[in-house]
């Protein structure tokens, strides 16, 4: 027996285990892409370019020791690469000022906004006095006032008077960026509407709004037969309809840790391949002429890719629907090709597969939950086969309940936390009672009634599916409304993620003692990191209608009303559950309303609105300080003090600003984020497009 006499060696010997770390280290390379604060020119991408090629080309001729090293720096360069060129690619006009007029437009979208209004989304978008090639792809509205004058439906062009700005960048420095989820998606443009929509052209025909509209269809038609959330949450599970979904119902299911059952993930998919391939399988079973010529379970697997690829056209073609088919087509392939259908190298094809597709949903809640659950089920229920025997029979379906919603929610919790701020204490228990309802009741009557709809006898299947989706909200309530339910938590450090993600990836896959303790060690380090954030003394918005200054209670606001999705994300981000009215009244900030006042740092900082906010401002100035004005400042740049006005906040977005023992450290959301293509407002992206291309 050879003794191996290094880690060169055992990663030669180990060459055939490694796909699954294929997807970590392309990973590497786009979450390095994300992070920098400057875009890469072409000569750093040709640079890589480069680099990549050669170290795949040592990867496939050089010596046996360091191919496995060189394929790993390849896979890092090329998810680097692979993340420019879909930022390129998916390039289009943004807006650069705010638009008040006529907007006609295509709808090719229609949800809920923060405020629980209908919104839709267009395409082919026109704007009075703006040129083509400085209109946005795509705009979203929001719909306010009396409407009612036009049904809203896939493909219909529709004409309307709205307000318009571009996509806003972070509430606060480090913050969610809205502006990258908005380049990815090509929306350049967003606002609201109190006029009347009005048709001028009816919906226009193609797969994808063919199958918008059938999906809206088959939407009503549930909603009919059930009415209530419980008939809209049955309509989002089979359609991906969420618009009947009230912002009360999101909340229940986001308290109970039940918010995954809404959005069609991993589990929806599985949980319909899943029944129609045991269907199948177990059907043909029965019939013996087919049983004994035919291979029951590749046909089952079959049926089951079609039903996937049905689900996926009705449920349309979002991130979450693409992520869950490929995740479900890789495992069905896996059995047609006579391979190991759930196990960590079909993860590791599937993950590869959808970053190749969109690397930008690395950085995606969604992407990051569904494969780190996934994994964590795989790795959990490897000892499962030995350990059920020990198991009394009626007892193992619970046993296995419990171990996969233990594994799946300590994987993904963590995960939660850090982009929702909030940990649903009693989260294992609402996935014990309602995900069981889900897989047994909901899902299957779901499909039997598509099956049925075409003969008229869907209407009991309905009534079943009616039934558990009930159930699953009555849980979601009961369980959200628990004393202590949710516990809220501040944002991490951005360091913090991706440390915990490789030290629980190291755990899970890599096979060494040593790399699973530095995994180990890793994850409670990015813990104890989160331990230690440091919140900002003082949040000014982006547009200077709202501070919030950080006290003894939490962070008073200086609105009780207005600029809500601001306040509400500085509170969370904070750990705090309070609501807006309530920070309002905290203590903190001095004054009457139009002058706020407080100290950081023991240095004073002012917050003027309204009319007469441009005097008052002047008059602080006389002295040292910071004073945040929500207008114009007309005169010459101030001497005394440090002033934002609503210009200066344009250039530098929301600030954080820190007590050092210096004084006061501001820092800006256009510092952290850097200069990228998404958040530079230069409203000729394609142009920025075919530059890269040539």
Known sequence: MRVLTGPLEALVAARGRLLPWAPVFLSLGIGLYFALRVEPGVEVLAAAALFAALLMLVALRGPDLVRVPATGLALIAGGMLLASARTHLVAAPVLTFRYYGPVEGRIVGIDRSFSDQLR?????????????????????????????????????????????????????????????????????????????????????????????????????????????????????????????????????????????????????????????????????????????????????????????????????????????????AVMLVAVLADRRAISLRSVAIAALIVLFLEPESLVEPGFQMSFGATVALIVAFKPWAGVQRRIPAPLRPVAMLVLSSLAAGFATAPIAAAHFNRIAEYGLLANFLAVPLMGIVVMPAGVVAALLSGLGLAAPALWVMEKGTWAILLVAGWVSGLDGAVVAVPTPPPATLPLMALGGIAVMIGRPLALRAAGGAAAVAALALWGMAERPALLVAGDGSIIGVMGERGRALSKPKGAGFVAKSWLEDDGDLALQEDAFTRPGLSGATGAFQTRVAGQPAWHFTGKGAAIRAAEACAGEGLVILSTEWDGPAPTGCRLYDVSKLRQTGALAVYADEGGLRIVSAKEVAGNRLWNTRQGRAADNRRAWLQ
């Open 120 to 328: 839709l989304t267009l395409d082919r978008v026109v704007l009075e006095d703006v040129a083509p090639d400085r209109t946005p792809a795509r705009v979203r509205v929001a719909l306010h006032g009396d409407q009612g004058f036009t049904d809203p439906r896939p493909g219909l062009t529709v004409i309307l008077s709205a307000h318009l700005s571009p996509p806003d960048g972070p509430v606060e420095p480090g913050g969610f960026d809205f502006q990258r989820l908005a380049w990815f998606s090509q929306l350049g443009g967003v606002g609201y509407t109190r006029s009347p929509v009005l048709a001028i052209a009816p919906p226009e025909g193609g797969l994808p709004l063919m199958a918008f509209r059938m999906r809206r269809a088959i939407s009503s038609a549930m909603q009919a037969r059930m009415e209530g959330q419980p008939g809209a949450f049955a309509a989002a599970l089979m359609t991906g309809d969420r618009s009947g979904v009230t912002q009360a119902t999101n909340d229940a299911l986001r308290g109970s840790n039940l918010s995954h059952l809404i959005s069609i993930s991993g589990l929806h998919m599985g949980l319909l391949t899943g029944f129609v391939f045991a269907s199948c399988r177990y059907g043909l079973a029965l019939i013996a002429p087919l049983a004994v010529r035919l291979d029951t379970r590749k046909l089952a697997a079959l049926l089951a890719l079609f039903a996937a690829i049905f689900y996926l056209i009705l449920a349309g073609p979002n991130v979450a629907t693409r992520r869950a088919f490929v995740m479900a």
